[in-house]
C-alpha cells in the first residue's frame, strides 16, 4: 500500500537501530551506501554512517529488523597471514588504450588455461602450480597497472562455458579485489590463483548435474557441495601448499552468520581470503546467465550482496567491494537519459556515477554502425547525458562483442 513519505532529520549520532535512511546530508555517490536508502539494522551501520555525515533524513514510516547477530571467531584460529595486509597504495601507470593490448593477450592466455585445466582435471591429469602461476601473473600485472582495461576486455569474453568462465571471472575479481584493499602484489597472484581454482572440485561433477535447468534434490544437491571436498583432494595431488589458495578452495561457500558449508564457519573463522572468495563467487555467479535462471545487472548484484552485508557476507568488505568495481562496474550495459543503450567502458574516480562509456544504439534501440564514445563527466552542457538504469546482459538484443571484437 502506498504511503505519503514522512521524514525527519536527524543527527547520525542520535540514530537508532531499527530506522531507515532515506537521505543523506551529502551525496549517496559519495559513500559506499546503495543509492536509494540505507536500513540501520545494527550499531555497525550508524558507526559506518558517521565517517560520511552529521545528520540524515529518517523515513519514518518504515522499520528495519535488527541484524542478526553473529558468532565469535574460536579463539584458536590460527592469526590472519601477515601477506593480506594493506600496505600498498595503488594507481593506473599506464593508460586505460596502453594497456587494452597486454590485457588482451594476458585474458587469452588464461582463458586457453582454463580451459586445458578443465580437461587436464577431467582426464585425471594433476595440476601443474608452475603453469597455473604463469597464467595468472600477466592478468595481476595488467590489473596493476590499470584498473579497467583487463576487465573491458573480460567483459567481451565468450559466454559458451561456464565454468571456465566462471574461473577466469572470478580470478580477475580477486585480483582487482586485492589491488583495491591494497595487498602486496605477491599477495594478490595468490588470490588471484585462488580465484582461478576456487570451483576447480566441479570439474569432478556429472555434466548433468551442473547443467540443470530445474531443482536440484535433496540427493543431488549433496552431491554438488561435495565440489568443495573434492577441489582440496585436486590440490592436495597437485601439492599446492599456498594458504590463500587453500583456504578460498575450502571457504568460498561459508557464510558470515554461520549458514554456509562444509564447516558452518562464522564470522572471522573464515578467513579473510575465504570471506572475499566469497563475494567474488557470488557477485559474479548473480550477474551471468545460468541454466536455471537469467542473469541480473552487476549493479543490481552489487546491492543484492549489500543487502545481505553483516549476514551471508561481512559487512566492511561489500563496502571494499562495492567502491573497488564502482556503482556501475565496467562491462555493465546501461540505459541512457536519452533512450541510447551504452557499455561502461571505464571508471571516472572522481565521479563514480559518471564513467566513460560506449553508445551503442539510438533513442529508439536500434543498433547504430559505430559506437560513440562519451565521458559523462566531460560533456557539453547542451546535451547531457546520464545514466538511468542498468540492464541484464543481452537486452534489446545487444551483444557489445559485435562493436569491440574483430
Known sequence: MAYDLVERR???TDLEVGMYVSRLDCEWSDTPFPLQGLPIASQADIDRLSRFCKYVFVDMHRKVVPARVVPAAPAARPAPNPRLVARHTYADTVSFEEELPRAREAFDGMSRFAERLVDDIQSGRAIEPGAVEEAVRPMVASVLRSGDAFFWIESLR?????TYQHAVACSTLAAAFGRHMGFASEAIVSLATGGLLMDVGKAQLPDELLGRSGPLSD????????HVSEGMAILD???VSDPEVRDMVLTHHE?????????????????????????????????????YRPAVSQHLALRQLYAGRDREFQGELVEQFQACLGVYP????????????????????????????AILTRKDKSALEEFLIIDLMNQPDSLRREILRTLPVGSHGIDPREYFLP
Not at 540427493?219 to 561435495?226: D, G, H, I, K, N
Not at 573463522?269 to 575465504?274: C, D, K, T, Y
Not at 567502458?345 to 556515477?353: E, F, G
Open 10 to 12: 536527524v543527527f547520525v
Open 158 to 162: 565468450r559466454r559458451d562455458s561456464y
Open 219 to 226: 540427493e543431488e544437491w549433496e552431491l554438488a557441495r561435495q
Open 237 to 239: 595431488h597437485a601439492g
Open 255 to 291: 557464510r558470515f552468520d554461520g549458514t554456509g558449508y562444509p564447516a558452518g564457519l562464522a564470522g572471522t573463522a573464515i578467513p579473510l581470503s575465504g570471506r572475499m572468495a566469497a563475494i567474488i563467487d557470488t557477485y559474479h555467479a548473480m550477474s551471468t546467465p545460468r541454466p
Open 330 to 357: 565496467t562491462g555493465s550495459l546501461v540505459e541512457l537519459n536519452t533512450g541510447e543503450v551504452a557499455i561502461v567502458m571505464m571508471q571516472n574516480q572522481a565521479r563514480r556515477l559518471q564513467p566513460r562509456v
